[in-house]
């Protein structure tokens, strides 16, 4: 690979968090973050979390994870654990999803949100995904169809965030 272009970054204050935004083509913090704010009440209350997740979000909460993650459907579908016809007609309903699917998402919508906080950047925090990780002995990516993997990658950013990587 040849050097990269250093690109301008400049950053912007939303909601107490400061955000590194790059001259590129990818969609821009500023509008990521506008996607995540109907979410963010969830992350500060376990008790407002456990409300949404027991109403189920509104199918759009899906349009909204791609939106922000940059994954494809095949990659939701995995994570979600169910079949991509089945995400399809999710995202098409007009109906709350259900608990399992609404936890999840929230889950991802929390990590994206610490991620883009951790990293200053939602493509530096996404190219972290992909790469093979000692601290968890795992691709961070990878594990991201299970609660429970998601809490592990959360504990990670929080390591990275305190200086305590391996």
Do not use: C
Request: hydrophobic share 35%; no cysteine.
């Amino acid at each position: 690979m040849g050097k990269e272009m250093k690109k301008a970054a400049k950053y912007i204050y939303e909601g107490g968090k400061r955000y590194k935004v790059y001259d590129t083509d990818e969609t821009p913090v500023s509008q990521v973050s506008d996607v995540l704010v109907p979410y963010t009440p969830y992350f500060k209350s376990p008790i407002a979390k456990l409300d949404a997740i027991k109403r189920g979000l509104q199918p759009g909460a899906i349009n909204d994870l791609i939106e922000v993650t940059g994954a494809t459907q095949t990659d939701i579908s995995k994570w979600l654990d169910i079949t991509e016809p089945t995400l399809r007609k999710h995202i098409q309903n007009t109906r709350e999803l259900n608990l399992g699917i609404s936890e999840h998402i929230i889950q991802l919508f929390e990590l994206f949100d610490k991620g883009l906080d951790t990293f200053g950047s939602l493509s530096e925090f996404k190219n972290w995904l992909k790469h093979y990780n000692t601290g968890i002995d795992a691709i961070p990516y990878d594990i991201l169809d299970t609660i429970t993997g998601i809490g592990i990658v959360m504990n990670e950013l929080i390591r990275i965030d305190y200086g305590a990587t391996a």
